[in-house]
């Protein structure tokens, strides 16, 4: 049971957070949202930072958990690449702009945390790249530029809002976008089998 309710309180403070940014949830509208009272939330968590940074997280869990696939010796840079890019558009929509701007004005060690992981994510793609430059797979160029194109483009493309106004979700967007940054990657591959035929 306690499992439960634990799990139960971050899935709905998670979705809250989501729609309305950590200013705008209080603990007594979770609480109203979950059927329980306030008190039974503080059995669990001390607070709203507390809930917001287990909210995190988990995200952060999941991700790594994922990343651990691509750490296996010999695994295809390109095969991994392109799974670790799924998996990050998956995790870019798992909290919304809103929470983390806000996460960033009022949670600044939050915030500070999970861009620190980010960013040795991000590494771990600039080191694929690399891989794959080393095995004549892609073209030689500069992947630190690459990657932070990259991060900078999901960044942007996460936090804007104009593709649904004309008709179009976000992860559509970043399908098209990831998509379109693969098949860059199979060019240059193409490209660079050709010149050494």
Same mark, same amino acid.
């Given at each position: 049971?306690?499992?439960?309710?634990?799990?139960?309180?971050?899935?709905?403070?998670?979705?809250?957070?989501?729609?309305?940014?950590?200013?705008?949830?209080?603990?007594?509208?979770?609480?109203?949202?979950?059927?329980?009272?306030?008190?039974?939330?503080?059995?669990?968590?001390?607070?709203?930072?507390?809930?917001?940074?287990?909210?995190?997280?988990?995200?952060?869990?999941?991700?790594?958990?994922?990343?651990?696939?691509?750490?296996?010796?010999?695994?295809?840079?390109?095969?991994?690449?392109?799974?670790?890019?799924?998996? %990050?558009? =998956? @995790?870019?929509?798992?909290?919304?702009?809103?929470?983390? $701007?806000?996460?960033?004005?009022?949670?600044?060690? &939050? #915030?500070?945390?999970?861009?620190?992981?980010?960013?040795?994510?991000?590494?771990?793609?600039?080191? %694929?790249? =690399? @891989?794959?430059?080393?095995?004549?797979?892609?073209?030689? $160029?500069?992947?630190?530029?690459?990657?932070?194109? &990259? #991060?900078?483009?999901?960044?942007?493309?996460?936090?804007?809002?104009?593709?649904?106004?004309?008709?179009?979700?976000?992860?559509?967007?970043?399908?098209?976008?990831?998509?379109?940054?693969?098949?860059?990657?199979?060019?240059?591959?193409?490209?660079?089998?050709?010149?050494?035929?």
């Amino acid at each position: 049971m306690e499992h439960s309710n634990r799990r139960r309180i971050l899935q709905v403070a998670h979705n809250m957070f989501n729609a309305r940014g950590y200013r705008g949830v209080t603990i007594k509208e979770l609480a109203d949202q979950l059927g329980m009272s306030k008190k039974t939330i503080y059995q669990y968590y001390s607070g709203k930072e507390d809930i917001a940074a287990a909210v995190v997280e988990v995200c952060i869990k999941r991700l790594d958990e994922i990343a651990k696939i691509f750490d296996e010796p010999g695994i295809d840079p390109q095969f991994a690449i392109k799974e670790m890019l799924m998996h %990050l558009k =998956k @995790e870019s929509l798992r909290l919304s702009p809103l929470f983390i $701007m806000d996460m960033e004005k009022y949670l600044p060690q &939050l #915030a500070n945390r999970y861009n620190e992981f980010r960013n040795e994510k991000k590494q771990r793609v600039s080191e %694929l790249l =690399k @891989e794959a430059q080393h095995m004549d797979l892609i073209q030689d $160029m500069p992947i630190p530029l690459v990657t932070e194109i &990259l #991060a900078v483009c999901l960044k942007a493309l996460v936090q804007s809002d104009s593709f649904s106004k004309l008709g179009f979700s976000t992860p559509y967007v970043l399908d098209v976008f990831l998509d379109i940054f693969g098949k860059g990657i199979e060019a240059s591959s193409s490209e660079n089998s050709s010149k050494k035929a």
